[in-house]
């Protein structure tokens, strides 16, 4: 039967179950994120979030403090113009293709003293950041150089 019967005022009235107000369905989607120490994370979120709800999972994950230098990138298919995820954007307009989706956690916004990071959390994240892109060829680094720099990190 597509009826239902409700009680208003005292009064049974049928109603059609295309007459009730419908429950919005939210889907979940699974978002898959690398963080800068090599591990991943699944994190299961709404297509309806906006961006900020995942960013804030990834910063309870890790214990971030100091968020405004952080953000999730999306898989480059440039790497001239790299896509960060919004804040203020659902997620479904912004992840476009398969599900689940793949980002990356990454530093978004250098500074050029590293010494006024408030948090030592912070600072490891920045030289893991720096690392990877040395390694991955992102950043150039003279011989010297990089010998200096794994000598800090054997430390």
């Not at 793949?102 to 959390?121: A, C, G, H, K, S």
């Amino acid at each position: 039967m597509n009826s239902r019967l409700r009680a208003l005022g005292g009064r049974i009235n049928n109603i059609r179950a295309s007459e009730l107000p419908k429950e919005k369905t939210r889907s979940e989607i699974i978002c898959n994120v690398h963080f800068l120490d090599g591990s991943v994370q699944s994190f299961k979120v709404n297509k309806q979030d906006t961006g900020q709800i995942l960013l804030d999972m990834t910063y309870n994950q890790l214990g971030v403090t100091e968020k405004e230098y952080f953000g999730l990138q999306q898989n480059e298919t440039s790497v001239d113009s790299p896509r960060w995820l919004e804040p203020n954007k659902p997620i479904r307009k912004q992840l476009k293709g398969g599900f689940p989706c793949t980002l990356r956690f990454r530093v978004r916004f250098f500074i050029p003293d590293p010494n006024t990071l408030q948090q030592e959390q912070t600072r490891h994240l920045f030289f893991l950041q720096l690392k990877t892109d040395i390694v991955e060829g992102r950043l150039s680094c003279p011989i010297n150089s990089a010998v200096v720099l794994a000598s800090y990190a054997v430390q």
